[in-house]
């Protein structure tokens, strides 16, 4: 059977997606929403950087909802931090869950339970009107700081923390627009505060719910997630290969959200971002790590440069969730509900057109 796929969204993590799509036995490429005027009638091939397949993008919601297709991979910028409606992701998983589509989606709500009853109960009922699956994913959360986890798991015979420490150094990251509009490095305390409240409160939703996910699939009762923020100023100006940090802005920022029991963490994801090697000195250093403490003790350090494409890995969890999703009872399914998934078929000879 052919499952029959559309792109919304034709950014950075879409067009991979539909590069993949296209090449991969058993599915097919059915349509593509975009956002920009410039993209709409254009073929879906040529915005992938694939060359022709004869699929037009559209702007047209109402066309992707009468499209005949199985799934949906939904990857635009999150609504929760760009766009006038933080609700519109939301508002389109439900129209789109309700037409019969299944909608994995790559921009949070990977355990939409920690958004409280009331998005669980809308999501459900746009399943069942739909007899639909939804389902999230992505690289961190979705893999790295909760599905890598939960695998160490089957090792332990007793579980006193789980630990996971992401360091990022971002000084030759070429992008301004990401560096110091979206994460808000280079701004002062209190525009910090005001440009970034929505990008915080984003990040903080998508942390929360990964150790919640973790804290479930190990029944450990947590009984609180506690979020806290930690930023350092420039002592002086700093030269990056996004542009200069002036001296008195945000240069570093440390996250860590925790799963608590009792005052004891025991979930904890912490996040150390530098925009210059010279900042936060007492900061932890290294690698990136996932660590479980207990019996045995064991942890798996990641070097800075385990991956060389971060947004081609997050396309791939979601397309090579897609059989998976698509074969799963109707309903919210989450990384603690489907089977365990797997890059299979990857091989060149497996592709469409494939010599044998």
């Given at each position: 059977?052919?499952?029959?796929?559309i792109?919304?969204?034709?950014?950075?993590?879409?067009?991979h997606?539909?590069?993949a799509?296209h090449?991969?036995?058993?599915?097919?490429?059915?349509?593509?929403?975009?956002?920009?005027?410039?993209?709409?009638g254009?073929?879906?091939?040529?915005?992938?950087?694939?060359?022709?397949?004869?699929?037009?993008?559209?702007?047209?919601?109402?066309?992707?909802?009468?499209?005949?297709?199985d799934?949906?991979?939904?990857?635009?910028?999150?609504?929760l931090?760009?766009?006038?409606?933080?609700?519109?992701?939301?508002?389109?998983?439900?129209?789109?869950?309700?037409?019969?589509?299944?909608?994995?989606?790559?921009?949070?709500?990977?355990?939409?339970?920690?958004?409280?009853?009331?998005?669980?109960?809308?999501?459900?009922?746009?399943?069942?009107?739909?007899?639909?699956?939804?389902?999230?994913?992505?690289?961190?959360?979705?893999?790295?700081?909760?599905?890598?986890?939960?695998?160490?798991?089957?090792l332990?015979?007793?579980?006193?923390?789980?630990?996971?420490?992401?360091?990022?150094?971002?000084?030759?990251?070429?992008?301004?627009?990401?560096?110091?509009?979206?994460m808000?490095?280079?701004?002062?305390?209190?525009?910090?505060?005001?440009?970034?409240?929505?990008?915080?409160?984003?990040?903080?939703?998508?942390?929360?719910?990964?150790?919640?996910?973790?804290?479930?699939?190990?029944?450990?009762?947590?009984?609180?997630?506690?979020?806290?923020t930690?930023?350092?100023?420039?002592?002086?100006?700093?030269?990056?290969?996004?542009?200069?940090?002036?001296?008195?802005?945000?240069?570093?920022?440390?996250?860590?959200?925790?799963?608590?029991?009792g005052?004891?963490?025991?979930?904890?994801?912490?996040?150390?971002?530098?925009?210059?090697?010279?900042?936060?000195?007492?900061?932890?250093?290294?690698?990136?790590?996932?660590?479980?403490?207990?019996?045995?003790?064991?942890?798996?350090?990641?070097?800075?440069?385990?991956?060389?494409?971060?947004?081609?890995?997050?396309?791939?969890?979601?397309?090579?969730?897609?059989?998976?999703?698509?074969?799963?009872?109707?309903?919210?399914r989450?990384?603690?509900?489907?089977?365990?998934?797997?890059?299979?078929?990857?091989?060149?000879?497996?592709?469409?057109?494939?010599?044998?």
């Amino acid at each position: 059977m052919t499952i029959r796929v559309i792109q919304w969204s034709g950014g950075n993590v879409g067009r991979h997606a539909v590069a993949a799509v296209h090449q991969r036995a058993g599915m097919q490429l059915a349509g593509m929403y975009v956002y920009g005027k410039s993209k709409d009638g254009q073929d879906a091939g040529e915005l992938a950087g694939v060359g022709p397949i004869g699929v037009k993008a559209t702007r047209d919601v109402e066309k992707i909802l009468k499209m005949k297709a199985d799934v949906v991979i939904h990857s635009p910028l999150p609504s929760l931090v760009y766009g006038d409606d933080p609700e519109a992701d939301v508002d389109t998983f439900c129209k789109l869950l309700a037409s019969g589509k299944d909608v994995i989606t790559t921009v949070g709500y990977l355990y939409p339970k920690v958004h409280g009853p009331a998005l669980v109960k809308r999501l459900q009922a746009a399943c069942r009107k739909g007899n639909s699956t939804f389902h999230s994913t992505g690289l961190n959360p979705g893999w790295m700081g909760d599905l890598l986890p939960l695998t160490m798991s089957a090792l332990s015979n007793r579980i006193d923390e789980v630990h996971v420490l992401e360091i990022s150094n971002f000084q030759y990251y070429p992008s301004p627009e990401i560096m110091f509009d979206m994460m808000g490095f280079g701004k002062t305390p209190a525009k910090f505060r005001k440009d970034v409240a929505r990008y915080s409160h984003w990040l903080t939703s998508l942390f929360r719910e990964s150790v919640q996910l973790v804290a479930d699939g190990l029944d450990i009762p947590i009984d609180d997630i506690k979020a806290k923020t930690t930023r350092v100023l420039a002592e002086n100006d700093l030269e990056t290969a996004a542009g200069t940090v002036k001296r008195g802005t945000v240069a570093g920022q440390h996250w860590e959200w925790s799963g608590m029991v009792g005052r004891r963490k025991v979930i904890r994801h912490e996040t150390i971002w530098r925009m210059h090697d010279s900042v936060a000195p007492d900061w932890p250093r290294g690698n990136h790590s996932v660590a479980i403490r207990g019996e045995p003790n064991m942890r798996i350090d990641m070097r800075p440069d385990w991956i060389d494409g971060g947004l081609l890995s997050t396309a791939m969890h979601a397309v090579n969730a897609i059989p998976y999703v698509h074969a799963a009872e109707s309903g919210i399914r989450t990384l603690l509900d489907l089977p365990w998934m797997m890059g299979r078929g990857l091989h060149p000879k497996n592709r469409k057109g494939a010599r044998t």
